[in-house]
């Protein structure tokens, strides 16, 4: 299942990115997987063992997403890279993790009983395009904000026909340049398939911490103008072969997202363990107690 498995989050990317941004990563890995309707119960228990493993033993961290509106019982699990080297890494960290939980036997049995859940799976290696992205994060800081703020998550697929991509590119650093003057865009994360696709695919996507973020959004011709988004609409048909949208929701506990991450709220991404603490009782009381009550020190 997850030899190969890591994980991103369908976003951004660049060539020419300044030092801080790297810090997220030039890449972004994705797996994909459709789970059969009946199998989702052991689907999600096999996913959680796999979490555990990886938070126990210092493993790999991913953000794992469901599908809301789109192909249903459809899961990704995203990861950020900074090249192709820490890919195997990664991997490496991952399966180590594991073996450590569980065993190399039991470690086995969990891959194949993990396959067995799924209808269909595919993997992505997604290229970060910061050039063609707007408003979005500059430092590891300003992305673990973003990231552990959010909990929804629309991604388009677009499909570009041949000879046209330096058209959309262009088209899109226009777009780019537009919106980011306008003082109520939000950021919007563009990033370029390079492994595990036919043809040229881009990604664009926008995260928010619900639903309701995504109303009352300035449109492309509110942000470009008549005149931009005729020049807009005529691009597009002339470059864009196909799109795909799904909007999808972040699975917290299918997730072992970075420390910076889970940091910016703890009780979404760790729930179990903010509860645990929330539960404890405070040690001062019982010496207090004594303190003011010299004869109740015996316990009873």
Known sequence: MLRRVIWA???????????????????????????????????????KKWVDANRRFNGAHWITTETMFGEGNVYS??????????????????MQAVNKAFGKDATDKLMRDFD???????????????????????????????????????????H??????ADFEALMKDTKEASEKAP???PLLVSQVVEGTQGTTFYITSLR?????????????????????????????????RTESALVRFSPELSNPAEEIVQVATD???????????TMKPKTS?????ELKPTAEKPK
């Open 9 to 47: 989050l369908a976003v951004v990317v660049c060539l020419a990115a300044p030092v801080a941004v790297h810090a997220q990563g030039d890449y972004v890995d994705v797996y994909m997987v459709k789970v059969k309707p009946e199998k989702l119960a052991d689907f999600q228990a096999l996913t």
């Open 77 to 94: 699990f995203v990861s950020p890279r900074q090249d192709y080297a820490e890919i195997e890494k990664a991997n490496e960290s991952m």
């Open 116 to 158: 067995n859940c799924l209808e269909w799976s595919r993997s992505e290696l997604r290229r970060r395009r910061f050039d063609l992205s707007r408003k979005h994060p500059m430092d590891m800081a300003s992305y673990a904000k973003l990231i552990g703020e959010s909990r929804v998550v629309r991604t388009t697929a677009v």
């Open 160 to 165: 570009i026909r041949p000879g046209r991509i």
């Open 184 to 186: 109520n865009t939000f």
């Open 209 to 241: 911490s619900s639903l309701g973020g995504f109303d009352k959004n300035p449109t492309i011709r509110d942000i470009l103008g008549e005149e931009g988004y005729k020049r807009f609409l005529q691009v597009n048909s002339e470059s864009v072969e």
């Open 268 to 278: 979404f991404w760790h729930p179990k363990a903010t509860m645990a603490a929330s």
């Open 286 to 290: 019982t010496a207090k107690t004594a």
